[in-house]
C-alpha cells in the first residue's frame, strides 16, 4: 500500500511533489498500489518510485522521470508517456496497453513480459541493456503472441491481422522484379524499355540506377530489394555496372539474375566466376537494341526466370539429410532403459 503522506504530497500537485522530492532525496517515494488514474504528472520526478500495481491509467506523464522507478504490474493503459525517462525502470508485467511512446527512453529498462498491444512507439530509447522479452502484442481475450522487441511488435501484429499488408508483401516477392543498371541518359531508352514492357506483364518493376549517387547504405538497400524480389535482370553492358554489388548479392541470394548485354561490349571480368559458381545466374542475353530486347522478353527473360524460381522453390524444399542428438551423444540410445 502506498505510504499515505507521499500520496498526500503527489495529490496535492507537480510542484508540491517536486519540493518535497527535491528536499528529500534520500528519500524513496513509496505509491504502490495508488490510483493516480487520469492524474496530471507532467513533469513529475518520480524516480526510484515504488509504483508497483499502481493504476496510472490515462495519466499525463510527459516528460516525467520515472527512472529506476518500479513499475512492476503497474497499469499504464491509455497513459501519455511521450517524452518520459523510464531508463533503468522495472516495468516487468505491467499493462501499456494502448499507451503513447513517443521519444521515451527505455534504455537499461526491464520490459518482460509487458503487454504493449495498441502503443504508438516512435524514437523510443532502447540499448542493448535494455530487456524486452515475451512482450505480448495482443489484445486481452485473444491467444497470446508474444515478440521480443517493442520496434518491431506493430509490424509483426499488422502483418497477423491486416490482410492488405499481407497482400502487398506477397505481391512484392511474388510480382516485384529488380532491374539494375547503369541508365545515363543516352541508355535510358532500355530502362524505359524494360519498366514498361514489365509493367504490361503484370509485374512490379523496381528499378535500381548506379548512375545515382552512392550514399553508404548503397550495397544494403540493394541486397534488400533483391531479397524481396521475384528475379532480378541486371544489365552488365558496361563493366562499371555494378561488380561489387552483384558480387555481394548474387552469394546470398537464391533467387533468379538475368544478366543482359549489349552487343559489342564485354561483361565484367569476376562476372564468369559468378556464373560458374552460382547456379541461379542464367546465361547472358545479348541484345542489340532496347525494341528487340522488349520483343523477346517473354522467352527469353520472364520464362526462364520463373522456371529458375521454381527449380529453386524446389531444391529449397527438397528433402535434406537429418541428424539425431544421440549422434553426439557419449551414450547412444541403443543402451538399455529399465
Not at 120 to 130: R, S
Not at 242 to 252: D, G, I, K, R, S
Not at 308 to 329: A, C, F, G, I, S
Request: with cysteine; net charge negative.
Amino acid at each position: 500500500m502506498a505510504n499515505p503522506e507521499h500520496l498526500n504530497f503527489i495529490q496535492q500537485g507537480i510542484e508540491s511533489w517536486n519540493e518535497w522530492k527535491e528536499k528529500n532525496p534520500a528519500s524513496l517515494p513509496d505509491l504502490s498500489g495508488a490510483d493516480l488514474s487520469g492524474a496530471d504528472l507532467r513533469g513529475a520526478d518520480l524516480s526510484k518510485a515504488d509504483l508497483s500495481k499502481a493504476d496510472l491509467s490515462k495519466a499525463h506523464l510527459f516528460g516525467a522521470n520515472l527512472s529506476s522507478a518500479n513499475l512492476t504490474s503497474a497499469n499504464l493503459s491509455s497513459a501519455n508517456l511521450s517524452g518520459a525517462d523510464l531508463s533503468g525502470a522495472y516495468l516487468r508485467g505491467a499493462d501499456l496497453i494502448q499507451t503513447r511512446l513517443i521519444d521515451t527512453d527505455f534504455r537499461q529498462a526491464n520490459l518482460t513480459g509487458s503487454s504493449i498491444y495498441g502503443i504508438a512507439a516512435w524514437d523510443v530509447k532502447l540499448n542493448a541493456e535494455t530487456q524486452q522479452q515475451n512482450l505480448i502484442i495482443t489484445p486481452r481475450r485473444e491467444a497470446v503472441i508474444m515478440v521480443d522487441n517493442i520496434k518491431v511488435a506493430q509490424f509483426i501484429y499488422l502483418l497477423l491481422n491486416n490482410q492488405e499488408i499481407r497482400e502487398v508483401i506477397d505481391t512484392i516477392t511474388s510480382k516485384g522484379v529488380l532491374i539494375l543498371g547503369r541508365f545515363s541518359k543516352e541508355r535510358k531508352s532500355v530502362l524505359d524499355a524494360l519498366r514498361n514492357a514489365l509493367r504490361t506483364r503484370g509485374f512490379l518493376p523496381i528499378v535500381f540506377d548506379f548512375e545515382r549517387p552512392k550514399g553508404r547504405d548503397f550495397t544494403e538497400t540493394i541486397m534488400t530489394l533483391a531479397g524481396m524480389s521475384c528475379f532480378v535482370i541486371a544489365d552488365i553492358t558496361n563493366p562499371k555496372s555494378a561488380p561489387l554489388e552483384l558480387q555481394a548479392t548474387v552469394p546470398n541470394y537464391m533467387i533468379p539474375f538475368v544478366p543482359i548485354l549489349q552487343d559489342g561490349e564485354p561483361a565484367f571480368s569476376m562476372f564468369l566466376n559468378l556464373q560458374t559458381k552460382y547456379h541461379w545466374v542464367l546465361d547472358v542475353l545479348g541484345y542489340n537494341s532496347s525494341d528487340t530486347l522488349v520483343e523477346v522478353l517473354d522467352e527469353a527473360v520472364i520464362i526462364p526466370a520463373l522456371k529458375k524460381r521454381d527449380e529453386l522453390e524446389q531444391e529449397k524444399m527438397r528433402n535434406k539429410p537429418t541428424r539425431h542428438v544421440d549422434d553426439y551423444r557419449k551414450h547412444p540410445r541403443s543402451e538399455s532403459t529399465s
